[in-house]
T-cell receptor, first 114, second 113 residues
Protein backbone atom coordinates (compact mmCIF):
# COMPACT_ATOMS: atom_id res chain seq x y z
CA UNK A 1 0.00 0.00 0.00
CA UNK A 2 1.70 3.15 -1.18
CA UNK A 3 1.95 5.98 1.28
CA UNK A 4 0.78 9.54 0.81
CA UNK A 5 2.24 10.96 -2.37
CA UNK A 6 2.94 14.58 -3.10
CA UNK A 7 4.18 16.16 -6.27
CA UNK A 8 6.16 17.94 -7.23
CA UNK A 9 8.72 17.53 -4.45
CA UNK A 10 10.30 20.85 -5.34
CA UNK A 11 8.64 23.75 -7.11
CA UNK A 12 10.20 27.04 -8.13
CA UNK A 13 8.00 29.95 -9.11
CA UNK A 14 8.57 33.62 -9.83
CA UNK A 15 6.56 36.23 -8.02
CA UNK A 16 3.11 36.57 -9.54
CA UNK A 17 2.94 33.03 -10.95
CA UNK A 18 0.61 30.28 -9.81
CA UNK A 19 1.65 27.23 -7.81
CA UNK A 20 -0.28 23.95 -7.86
CA UNK A 21 0.59 21.31 -5.29
CA UNK A 22 -0.86 17.82 -5.53
CA UNK A 23 -1.54 15.24 -2.88
CA UNK A 24 -2.67 11.66 -3.42
CA UNK A 25 -3.87 10.17 -0.12
CA UNK A 26 -3.27 6.62 0.92
CA UNK A 27 -5.60 4.09 -0.64
CA UNK A 28 -8.90 4.07 1.17
CA UNK A 29 -8.35 7.42 2.89
CA UNK A 30 -11.00 10.04 2.35
CA UNK A 31 -9.67 12.78 4.66
CA UNK A 32 -6.92 15.13 3.58
CA UNK A 33 -5.16 17.83 5.59
CA UNK A 34 -2.73 20.45 4.32
CA UNK A 35 -0.07 22.00 6.55
CA UNK A 36 2.56 24.65 5.88
CA UNK A 37 6.01 24.77 7.44
CA UNK A 38 7.86 28.07 7.24
CA UNK A 39 11.66 27.97 7.73
CA UNK A 40 12.62 27.10 11.31
CA UNK A 41 8.99 26.72 12.33
CA UNK A 42 6.62 23.90 13.16
CA UNK A 43 3.86 22.81 10.83
CA UNK A 44 0.73 24.95 10.80
CA UNK A 45 -2.67 23.68 9.76
CA UNK A 46 -4.19 25.18 6.63
CA UNK A 47 -7.23 23.19 5.52
CA UNK A 48 -9.09 19.92 6.08
CA UNK A 49 -11.02 18.33 3.23
CA UNK A 50 -13.09 15.28 2.61
CA UNK A 51 -14.10 14.16 -0.85
CA UNK A 52 -15.76 17.15 -2.57
CA UNK A 53 -16.09 19.05 0.72
CA UNK A 54 -14.04 21.59 2.63
CA UNK A 55 -14.53 20.77 6.30
CA UNK A 56 -12.27 23.32 7.97
CA UNK A 57 -10.36 26.10 6.21
CA UNK A 58 -9.63 28.17 9.29
CA UNK A 59 -5.88 28.11 8.63
CA UNK A 60 -6.03 29.23 5.01
CA UNK A 61 -5.00 32.77 4.12
CA UNK A 62 -8.05 34.70 2.99
CA UNK A 63 -6.70 35.55 -0.43
CA UNK A 64 -4.81 33.72 -3.18
CA UNK A 65 -5.05 30.27 -1.56
CA UNK A 66 -7.60 27.59 -2.40
CA UNK A 67 -7.88 23.84 -2.01
CA UNK A 68 -10.00 21.10 -3.45
CA UNK A 69 -10.37 17.35 -3.13
CA UNK A 70 -12.46 16.14 -6.06
CA UNK A 71 -14.35 12.88 -6.25
CA UNK A 72 -11.67 11.51 -8.55
CA UNK A 73 -8.01 12.44 -8.49
CA UNK A 74 -5.65 14.08 -6.03
CA UNK A 75 -6.24 16.95 -3.68
CA UNK A 76 -4.88 20.24 -5.04
CA UNK A 77 -3.58 23.21 -3.08
CA UNK A 78 -3.48 26.23 -5.35
CA UNK A 79 -1.64 29.45 -4.66
CA UNK A 80 -2.27 32.31 -7.04
CA UNK A 81 0.09 35.23 -7.62
CA UNK A 82 2.76 33.82 -5.33
CA UNK A 83 4.90 36.12 -3.20
CA UNK A 84 8.25 35.48 -1.51
CA UNK A 85 6.51 34.88 1.81
CA UNK A 86 4.81 31.82 0.32
CA UNK A 87 8.18 30.04 0.20
CA UNK A 88 7.76 27.09 2.55
CA UNK A 89 7.33 23.33 2.74
CA UNK A 90 3.75 22.23 2.22
CA UNK A 91 2.76 18.91 3.70
CA UNK A 92 -0.29 16.83 3.03
CA UNK A 93 -1.60 14.20 5.42
CA UNK A 94 -4.40 11.70 4.99
CA UNK A 95 -6.45 9.67 7.38
CA UNK A 96 -9.27 7.21 7.53
CA UNK A 97 -11.77 6.89 10.34
CA UNK A 98 -10.96 3.21 10.43
CA UNK A 99 -7.40 3.91 11.57
CA UNK A 100 -8.29 5.82 14.72
CA UNK A 101 -7.57 9.27 13.39
CA UNK A 102 -3.89 8.72 12.69
CA UNK A 103 -2.71 11.10 10.00
CA UNK A 104 -0.10 9.81 7.60
CA UNK A 105 2.15 12.47 6.13
CA UNK A 106 3.48 12.81 2.62
CA UNK A 107 7.08 13.87 1.92
CA UNK A 108 6.11 17.48 1.36
CA UNK A 109 6.52 19.95 -1.49
CA UNK A 110 9.14 22.63 -1.06
CA UNK A 111 8.00 25.80 -2.77
CA UNK A 112 10.57 28.47 -3.54
CA UNK A 113 9.41 31.83 -4.83
CA UNK A 114 12.08 33.87 -6.58
CA UNK B 1 -7.69 27.48 21.43
CA UNK B 2 -5.13 24.77 21.95
CA UNK B 3 -1.44 25.60 22.12
CA UNK B 4 1.70 23.48 22.27
CA UNK B 5 4.93 24.81 23.77
CA UNK B 6 8.39 23.35 23.42
CA UNK B 7 10.77 25.36 25.57
CA UNK B 8 14.03 23.85 24.30
CA UNK B 9 14.90 25.16 20.83
CA UNK B 10 18.07 23.06 20.62
CA UNK B 11 19.78 20.27 22.56
CA UNK B 12 22.94 18.22 22.22
CA UNK B 13 23.82 14.94 23.90
CA UNK B 14 26.51 12.33 23.52
CA UNK B 15 25.72 9.10 21.73
CA UNK B 16 24.35 6.39 24.08
CA UNK B 17 23.14 8.94 26.62
CA UNK B 18 19.53 9.48 27.60
CA UNK B 19 17.82 12.74 26.68
CA UNK B 20 14.45 14.20 27.61
CA UNK B 21 12.57 16.70 25.44
CA UNK B 22 9.96 18.85 27.14
CA UNK B 23 6.49 19.75 25.95
CA UNK B 24 3.54 21.46 27.57
CA UNK B 25 0.15 22.12 26.08
CA UNK B 26 -3.01 23.98 26.87
CA UNK B 27 -6.52 22.72 26.25
CA UNK B 28 -9.94 22.58 27.83
CA UNK B 29 -10.67 19.24 26.16
CA UNK B 30 -10.75 16.01 28.14
CA UNK B 31 -10.27 13.57 25.28
CA UNK B 32 -7.43 14.14 22.85
CA UNK B 33 -4.25 12.69 21.42
CA UNK B 34 -0.64 13.71 21.85
CA UNK B 35 2.21 12.90 19.50
CA UNK B 36 5.92 13.25 19.05
CA UNK B 37 7.07 13.54 15.45
CA UNK B 38 10.63 13.32 14.19
CA UNK B 39 11.73 15.35 11.18
CA UNK B 40 15.20 14.40 9.88
CA UNK B 41 17.01 16.48 7.24
CA UNK B 42 14.92 14.73 4.56
CA UNK B 43 11.98 16.70 6.06
CA UNK B 44 9.76 13.61 6.14
CA UNK B 45 7.45 13.69 9.17
CA UNK B 46 7.86 10.44 11.09
CA UNK B 47 5.52 9.53 13.93
CA UNK B 48 7.64 8.50 16.91
CA UNK B 49 5.05 7.89 19.57
CA UNK B 50 1.40 8.52 20.31
CA UNK B 51 -0.58 8.87 23.53
CA UNK B 52 -4.33 8.84 24.03
CA UNK B 53 -5.31 11.18 26.85
CA UNK B 54 -7.76 8.72 28.37
CA UNK B 55 -4.97 6.18 28.92
CA UNK B 56 -3.04 6.65 32.14
CA UNK B 57 -0.23 4.35 31.11
CA UNK B 58 2.66 6.10 29.41
CA UNK B 59 3.29 5.03 25.82
CA UNK B 60 6.54 3.28 24.94
CA UNK B 61 8.10 2.43 21.59
CA UNK B 62 11.45 0.68 21.92
CA UNK B 63 13.96 3.36 23.04
CA UNK B 64 11.29 6.08 23.09
CA UNK B 65 8.96 6.67 25.99
CA UNK B 66 6.83 9.52 27.24
CA UNK B 67 5.99 10.99 30.61
CA UNK B 68 2.37 12.07 30.29
CA UNK B 69 1.10 14.22 33.14
CA UNK B 70 -2.49 15.09 32.24
CA UNK B 71 -3.19 17.37 35.17
CA UNK B 72 -0.01 19.32 34.53
CA UNK B 73 -0.59 19.22 30.76
CA UNK B 74 2.91 17.97 30.24
CA UNK B 75 4.11 15.45 27.66
CA UNK B 76 7.87 14.88 27.62
CA UNK B 77 9.76 12.47 25.38
CA UNK B 78 12.63 10.36 26.67
CA UNK B 79 15.10 8.84 24.25
CA UNK B 80 17.25 6.14 25.80
CA UNK B 81 20.58 4.93 24.44
CA UNK B 82 20.57 7.74 21.89
CA UNK B 83 21.94 6.99 18.43
CA UNK B 84 23.41 9.19 15.71
CA UNK B 85 20.30 8.52 13.62
CA UNK B 86 18.19 10.22 16.26
CA UNK B 87 19.60 13.58 15.16
CA UNK B 88 16.58 15.51 13.89
CA UNK B 89 13.94 18.09 14.71
CA UNK B 90 11.35 16.78 17.14
CA UNK B 91 7.84 18.19 17.24
CA UNK B 92 5.34 17.74 20.01
CA UNK B 93 1.76 17.80 18.73
CA UNK B 94 -1.84 17.82 19.95
CA UNK B 95 -5.01 16.65 18.26
CA UNK B 96 -8.65 16.52 19.20
CA UNK B 97 -10.68 13.64 17.84
CA UNK B 98 -10.97 13.84 14.05
CA UNK B 99 -9.39 17.23 13.89
CA UNK B 100 -6.31 19.09 12.78
CA UNK B 101 -2.95 18.58 14.46
CA UNK B 102 -1.40 21.49 16.35
CA UNK B 103 2.37 21.41 16.45
CA UNK B 104 4.92 23.00 18.74
CA UNK B 105 7.85 24.94 17.27
CA UNK B 106 10.19 22.00 17.65
CA UNK B 107 13.42 21.03 19.38
CA UNK B 108 16.52 20.49 17.28
CA UNK B 109 18.34 17.50 18.73
CA UNK B 110 21.98 16.75 17.97
CA UNK B 111 23.46 13.39 18.91
CA UNK B 112 27.22 13.76 19.16
CA UNK B 113 29.63 10.90 18.36
Amino acid sequence: NAGVMQNPRHLVRRRGQEARLRCSPMKGHSHVYWYRQLPEEGLKFMVYLQKENIIDESGMPKERFSAEFPKEGPSILRIQQVVRGDSAAYFCASSSRDRGNEQFFGPGTRLTVL
Amino acid sequence: AQTVTQSQPEMSVQEAETVTLSCTYDTSENNYYLFWYKQPPSRQMILVIRQEAYKQQNATENRFSVNFQKAAKSFSLKISDSQLGDTAMYFCAFMKHDDKIIFGKGTRLHILP
